[in-house]
């Protein structure tokens, strides 16, 4: 192998070890969960997701707070601001959603950990065979969009063992589902927690809450996290108190393969799978607007998770170019000029003289 091909294999590893798509925040396995508390002892909420410092969580009433630290099953957060969600029109309830013949309309649906199931539906958190309840979720979503003249693609696939290598396998069913050209790609799960966290009444139905959940570990962090407010946005519209919050938190989750990929957290294993399959019937009313699929927001989603995208773009251009900086320190012992980097690794101006040289 040749000098300049090892280089350019390093110089791939390390623009690949940039943008790895492979992390995901850990999640506990002893049936126990975390409580996010401020500084003054008030509990934000509770989740079975670890969280590192850095990472956010915008609550219910739109207080941004910040990840400080975890010591123990406490998770010490800070306040930072109250953010202001995007603007969603008023005629949302009137909106008509677009036909699958017509641009946009299209949703596809997985679910990495396909095992998640509900305690007191049936019996067990997980079932071994990967038929958890979870895709009975996921099927009560499809149906939802699908009456409304959405084309929903649903995938039921296994991606077992629940573990850390677990997003690596889902990937490859996210990449199917994205030929099918979905406007929006929806990975749905559960949470664990206490019940009361996600119990709630909606319309004078016993549902449960979702949680929204951006993987800041992306090169889409920013137009998904957009999307992921217009979600928002849209559910406090059509239906107050339906939204738990959004989790901005280490991990990927597959997120990097396009600006509209989301992971939706329906219920806890501690809810009944009744009260999470009508969430699920709720926010299909509350995807299509967020993604721009009706009449009346596709411009402004577009907009909005447009130059989001546009700005993740930018940061990936800026990620490349730190990696190949760095390539050139370890290259040559110190960063060189870009334009002689790459006419001795193209062999023009007599790259191997240059190499001797740079080895003296």
């Keep these: 192998m040749s000098k300049a091909l090892g280089r350019w294999s390093l110089l791939c590893l390390v623009i690949a070890a940039c943008l790895s798509n492979s992390v995901a925040a850990s999640e506990r396995d002893d049936h126990g969960y975390f409580t996010l508390q401020d500084g003054q002892g008030n509990s934000i909420t509770m989740t079975g997701r670890e969280m590192d410092p850095g990472d956010h969580y915008i609550a219910a009433d739109n207080r941004l707070y910040e990840v400080e630290k975890t010591v123990g099953d406490i998770i010490y957060v800070t306040y930072v601001e109250t953010i202001e969600l995007p603007k969603i029109s008023q005629d949302l309830l009137k909106a008509q959603v677009g036909k699958a013949k017509s641009p946009g309309g299209v949703v596809g649906i997985y679910h990495t950990h396909n095992a998640e199931s509900y305690v007191p539906t049936s019996g067990t958190e997980a079932k071994e065979d990967g038929q958890g309840d979870v895709l009975q979720v996921g099927k009560a979503l499809a149906n939802s ?200 690794e193209a062999g023009l101006g007599g790259g191997d003289q240059d190499d001797s040289d740079g080895e003296q």
């Design 145 to 344: 969009l699908e009456k409304q003249g959405l084309t929903v693609y649903w995938s039921g696939n296994s991606h077992l063992p629940h573990d850390g290598q677990a997003y690596l396998r889902s990937r490859r069913t996210a990449t199917e589902l994205l030929r099918k050209g979905p406007d929006t790609l929806i990975d749905v799960h559960r949470d664990a927690t206490p019940p009361e966290v996600y119990a709630t009444e909606i319309e004078g139905v016993p549902t449960t809450k979702v949680r929204i959940v951006v993987g800041r570990q992306n090169q889409n962090r920013t137009a998904n996290l957009e999307y992921a407010k217009r979600i928002k946005a849209a559910g406090d519209e059509f239906f107050p108190g339906i939204i738990e919050g959004i989790f901005d938190a280490r991990g990927n989750y597959n997120q990097d393969l396009g600006p509209k990929m989301i992971l939706l957290e329906f219920g806890a294993h501690t809810n009944a799978l009744e009260q999470a399959e009508q969430a699920a019937e709720f926010f299909a009313k509350v995807i299509p607007a967020a993604a721009g699929l009706t009449a009346s927001e596709r411009t402004e989603a577009q907009r909005q998770i447009g130059g989001a995208a546009g700005k993740s773009l930018l940061w990936l251009v800026v990620i490349a170019v730190i990696a190949v900086l760095g390539f050139l320190y370890i290259d040559q012992g110190k960063i060189g000029s870009l334009k002689g980097f790459f006419r001795r």
